[in-house]
Each structure stands twice: as structure tokens, then as C-alpha cells.
């Protein structure tokens, strides 16, 4: 692990440890409930990529826009939903952040500028430019920050987006999550050069190659090209290499990869990575772990239980949040 943790302060590491326990416990917790069928439809969980979400998510303000995939829970709790908000929309209630109407896949707030959440691949890009070309033009200053996955990288949005990102200089920060596999597909059968971050300089953005399960390198570069991009510096490309622990969703029979690649990838897991500096630095005692532990399940345990007696949305509201009213004449 990198030296440059020394610069960084016991709280600060506490926080950014209890934020990564936080996000992996709730989704533990979510395939228990997805066994007990209370959570239902797909799952797609973010076991062993929460170093990015929550690296990167301290390099932003409230006035920031952030998009993510299918895959994001971890980065709607980093953003600052409410787990409460966010484990009722699991459950599909009517107190969840989408209204019950999203589930696993569709998280979103608007007043947390947290704009999904989206089950198409490489759906959330353009989306990102428009709202970066929006605050540009309405002279806002903030930066979009669009997290996606490696898969994205072979749709044509994703080509047409950093274009266009470029050409208009728009103020985004983009996030690829490189885990090696779209669903089961694997980097190199699929791509003719997997130096991800090499396309995205080829349209002109600043692009780097980061180790995306060390917590502290991810917030350290997030910080520098939000820096740069808020300087007027134009878009940011920043592709993490990380890995994902479990399977693609709730039902990969993972025949794609072998065990002992899973095995080696999770010894530099990002909760253990960090864990591991601060017990050997003398920077964290064993009851303040413990203190963590429990904070956080006792989180979970609330939200379970207000899920759980939340209603659903009536079956009056059927029609309501579609583009046109339907008229009764
Ligand atoms: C446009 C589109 N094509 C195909 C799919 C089916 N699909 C769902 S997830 C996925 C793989 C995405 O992989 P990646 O972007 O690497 O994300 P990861 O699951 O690894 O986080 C595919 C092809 C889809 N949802 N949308
Ligand atoms: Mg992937």
C-alpha cells in the first residue's frame, strides 16, 4: 500500500474505511433479503470495487452531478442517500428514493444531484454530457462525474460521448471501472487494445491508469483532475483496475474465470488493503473496528426494519410520473 496514507489523517482513514463497510455489509445484507425474496427482479452487487465509488465521491460537492450504472449502490450510499431511502427502494416501497419504481438497478435523487442508476450499458455517458453542457451553459460550477464499466467501453456511446466531451470542453469526470469482465465476457476477447485509458486520450482527455482497490490513490486522483477539470481544464478520464468478487449478478454460474483468480484478487481487496496499513501503522485499535462493525449493522438493521413497514406506492399512482397525462375524455 502507498506511502502517501501518511499525509492523510486518522479520521479521514476511519471515515473512508467505515463508508467501504458500509456499502459491503448492506449488500450482504441485500442477498439475504434477496434469498427471503423481499428484495426482488436483478442484483448486481459491488463486492470488492467499493474503493471507487468511495475514493471518488470525496472529490465532489453537492453541486456535482454524478451517473452511475446498474451496479451502484455503493455509490448512491457514498453519494449520501440515505441507506433507509435506499434499502426501501429494494423493496420496491413507496418511501424509496425512486418511489418504489426503481428497485436495485434505478436509484436516484435529484436533490443529491444523484441521477441513476441505469441498466443500459454505456446509457449513462450521454446523459453526462448533457448535463455538463446544461450547467456549462447555465454557468454552474460543477463537475459531472459519470462512473461505468469496462463494458461500456466497446458501446458507440461511449466514443461519441468523449468526443463531445472534448470538442465542447465540458466539465466531466469520467470513471471506468475496469473489473476485466463485462458479464462474461473478458477484456481481451473483446477489445483489440485494452489500454482503456488510451482511448480516452486519443479523443484529447487528460487519461490515466490508476490501481482502483486502493481507496486513498483513488481519492488522491480523483481530487487532482477535479482540480483540474473546476480550473477549466475540460473532461477527465481516470480507469480504475479493479476486480469484482462475486459474480456478475444473483445467478453467473462464473465459468468464465477460475477460482484462484478470484482468490488472488481478493488478498488486495480494498477493505482488507485498507484495514490491513492502519492495523500495521498503529492507526486503528481493535474495539474501534469493532465500533464500526456495529454502527454500521445497526444502520442496516433500521433500514430493514422502516423498509419492511413502508407501503407501497397505491395502485391510484399507477399512472402518474409518465411524460403525458392521460386524459379521462
Ligand atoms: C446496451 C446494452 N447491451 C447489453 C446489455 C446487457 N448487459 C448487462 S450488463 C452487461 C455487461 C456490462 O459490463 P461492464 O460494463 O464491464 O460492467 P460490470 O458489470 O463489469 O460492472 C451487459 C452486456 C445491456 N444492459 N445494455
Ligand atoms: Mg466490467
New binding site residues.
Given amino acids: 500500500m502507498s506511502s502517501n496514507k501518511l499525509h492523510v489523517n486518522r479520521i479521514h482513514l476511519h471515515f473512508l474505511l467505515k463508508q467501504m463497510i458500509r456499502i459491503r455489509r448492506f449488500e450482504e445484507r441485500c442477498v439475504t433479503l434477496y434469498n427471503e425474496e423481499k428484495i426482488r427482479g436483478f442484483l448486481?452487487l459491488?463486492n470488492g470495487?467499493e474503493a471507487i465509488a468511495v475514493g471518488v465521491m470525496q472529490a465532489l460537492t453537492a453541486e456535482d452531478a454524478v451517473l452511475a450504472?446498474?451496479?451502484e449502490h455503493g455509490h448512491a450510499l457514498a453519494r449520501g442517500l440515505s441507506m433507509d431511502s435506499v434499502m426501501a427502494e429494494m423493496f420496491g416501497k413507496a418511501s424509496g428514493c425512486s418511489g418504489g419504481r426503481g428497485g436495485s438497478m434505478h436509484l436516484f435523487d435529484s436533490s443529491q444531484r444523484f441521477y441513476g442508476g441505469s441498466?443500459?450499458?454505456?446509457?449513462a455517458l450521454p446523459i453526462a454530457v448533457g448535463i455538463a453542457l446544461a450547467d456549462k451553459m447555465l454557468q454552474r460550477q460543477a463537475v459531472t462525474c459519470c462512473f461505468?464499466?469496462?463494458?461500456?467501453?466497446a458501446?458507440g456511446?461511449f466514443h461519441e460521448s468523449l468526443n463531445l466531451a472534448k470538442l465542447w470542453q465540458l466539465p466531466i469526470l469520467f470513471i471506468c471501472?475496469?473489473?476485466?469482465?463485462?458479464?462474461g465476457?473478458a477484456?481481451e476477447i473483446e477489445h483489440s487494445n485494452q489500454k482503456i485509458h488510451l482511448k480516452a486520450a486519443s479523443y484529447g482527455l487528460a487519461a490515466q491508469v490508476i490501481d482502483g482497490m486502493n481507496v486513498i490513490d483513488v481519492e488522491a486522483a480523483a481530487k487532482l483532475a477535479c482540480s483540474a477539470i473546476r480550473n477549466g481544464a475540460g473532461p477527465h478520464f481516470i480507469e480504475c483496475q479493479t476486480y469484482?468478487f462475486r459474480g456478475?449478478?444473483m445467478f453467473d454460474t462464473q465459468l468464465y474465470r477460475n477460482n484462484d483468480e478470484v482468490e488472488q484478487w481478493k488478498k488486495k481487496g480494498p477493505l482488507i488493503q485498507l484495514t490491513q496499513w492502519l492495523k500495521d501503522n498503529h492507526q486503528i485499535e481493535p474495539e474501534e473496528l469493532q465500533a464500526i462493525e456495529l454502527a454500521v449493522e445497526k444502520e442496516i438493521d433500521a433500514a430493514v426494519c422502516s423498509a419492511d413497514a413502508a407501503d407501497i406506492e397505491p395502485v391510484e399512482n399507477l399512472l402518474k410520473h409518465v411524460y403525458t397525462e392521460v386524459s379521462n375524455g
Avoid at 148 to 153: K, M, S, T
Fill in positions: 448486481h459491488y470495487e450504472t446498474y451496479r441498466a443500459i450499458v454505456a446509457g461505468f464499466g469496462d463494458g461500456a467501453v458501446e456511446e471501472e475496469n473489473n476485466l469482465y463485462a458479464m465476457t477484456l469484482r456478475h449478478s
